[in-house]
């Protein structure tokens, strides 16, 4: 069954100088477990802030994975999986493509004669989540890309914006423009009520806001392994996570 991956801070809106208590989240419909800190399970976990950019260390083991202190200002969080597998029956996986808009690689499923085969699968998860502490005007952090396979941002900083506003995200696929991708975005409020979205030829996708609240903008991206003795296939899972004001 896909899974959706996400960072969830207790506080969007955090007053500066604040703890605030990190949990790495994994299931669907903003419902699911929470993964502890286990370095290695990750490439990169870390917090950038207009200073710069700075590992997030804590220990391991722990559940919430970490608490880090409020920067003022607006503050990106990041977090790399490192490459996992799983081995998913024909039916689950076939039903996982449908719904991430990944038609191409049934097609491909097909052609190989492995349409009712099992597939197994590596994957790794690529999440960011953008905070505000205090309302410092307009800066570029919310669109620092952070290196990731497989990335999501705005082209606009969300807590700028109000319910209404129109927000347009670029994904990047190893640092190029991603076209013909599924781009999905809901709240954690109304989960089932989804937006699709097929990114442009820049690799765009336009998300209505349509309501306040928390909101996640993911998408997925699998390409053919070939060659390989465990794995036929690699996929990675972008997330961006934020919250709206009420106004």
Known sequence: QAHDFWIEPDSFRPAAESPIEIRLREGVDFKG?????????????SLSTTTGRKTIESIPGDDPAAL??????????????????????????????????????????????????????????????LQQSAPTGDDNLYSTTLGYTLELTPLRNPYLLNPGDELTFRLVYRGKPASNLLVQA??????????????????????????????????????????????RWQSYWASFLFKLPNE
């Open 68 to 129: 880090i202190v409020a920067r003022d200002g607006p503050m990106l969080l990041g977090y790399l999986s490192n490459r996992a597998f799983v081995e998913l029956p024909a039916e689950k996986f076939n039903a996982y493509l449908d719904e991430e808009g990944m038609e191409f690689i049934r097609k491909e499923r097909i052609a190989r004669g492995e349409d009712d085969k099992q597939a197994p699968e590596y994957f790794v998860h690529c999440a960011n989540t």
């Open 186 to 231: 809901f709240t954690a409020d109304n989960p089932t009520e989804r937006q699709r979205i097929r990114t442009d030829d820049n690799g765009e996708a336009v998300v209505q806001l349509t309501e306040p609240g928390i909101w996640i903008v993911k998408a997925v991206n699998i390409q053919p392994i070939i060659a390989d003795p465990k794995a």
């Open 33 to 45: 477990n929470t993964l502890p800190y286990i370095p290695e399970w990750f490439s990169d976990f």
